[in-house]
């Protein structure tokens, strides 16, 4: 009688073979009304309300891949809002510290200790179960983001009621694109391995899709793939959805979903 070979099952192909790392803005959390707003109040301050950044702004701005800091970015803004108008950066001499210090008193709210800011009210974009799924199917996850340890904790743990979830946050790494948090958080994630699971880092901005490329350039031997999500506030019409999906894949997204959970175990095999 000739020898079949039975398939593995899901979970036994999946368990030796991925690791999914997710950034968390964007991609875990709508920040369209949070991060973004509060550094357009920010531009709007230190311009003397005389120049405030639309969503389309940002994301252009976002789209040259170096501006995944958004106390950075507001302060590119106002750079560049008084150079339109003659001035250099150089006479300027924009405290970056009182920068960060109002995007703060937006972002959070004024007490530090007491968050009431514009965090409160970011919906969620996955649901625990998402993560349940994605550890019965033997997939390892964690989380590299640009956040704040304080912020990204927020939502991880007291949003999503996460306990202590492998994450690597603003001050524990230096900024992306540079790939040093993210392999950070798979060396926490791999712990020991003998094999190299595939990694999958899940963002929605060019710094993401860059970080990937980076990863693979320093550590070619093993298989990195980005997958590109599309925050809420480009879906608001076709055009926007597709030139925004476009500029992911452009920067090196393998696929690009509307909502992050879209990306189930099946998928993930699909793509290894």
Known sequence: MPHTSCPMPMTEQLSTKA?????????????????????????????????????????????????????EASQEFIYRYFQSQGQSREQLQLDYNAIVAFFQSRYRGPDPDNWTGYICDEPLLLQ????????????????????????????????????????IAMEDAPGKPDPTGLFATVRQLENGLDILPAIIY???????????????????????????????????????SHAYSETLLAAGAAVVFS????????????LL
């Open 19 to 71: 690791i999914v790392v997710f950034d968390i803005d964007g991609v875990v959390r709508d920040v369209g009304g949070s991060y973004r707003r509060a550094l357009a109040d920010t531009v709007e301050y230190f311009t003397e309300t005389a120049y405030r950044p639309t969503p389309l702004d940002i994301d252009n701005l976002k789209s040259e891949g170096l501006w995944n800091n958004d106390w």
């Open 202 to 240: 899940v963002g929605d901005t060019v710094a993401d899709m860059y970080t990937v490329k980076k990863a693979r350039e320093l550590n070619p031997h093993r298989t990195w793939i980005g997958v590109g999500i599309l925050p809420p506030h480009v879906q608001e019409t076709a055009a926007r």
């Open 128 to 167: 625990p179960s998402y993560l349940e799924q994605l550890t019965q199917a033997g997939i390892s996850w964690g989380f590299f983001s640009g956040a704040t340890r304080g912020s990204a904790n927020y939502v991880l743990q007291k949003r999503l009621g996460l306990q202590s979830p492998v994450l």
């Open 259 to 270: 909502n992050v959970e879209q990306l189930n175990p099946a998928k993930i095999l699909e």
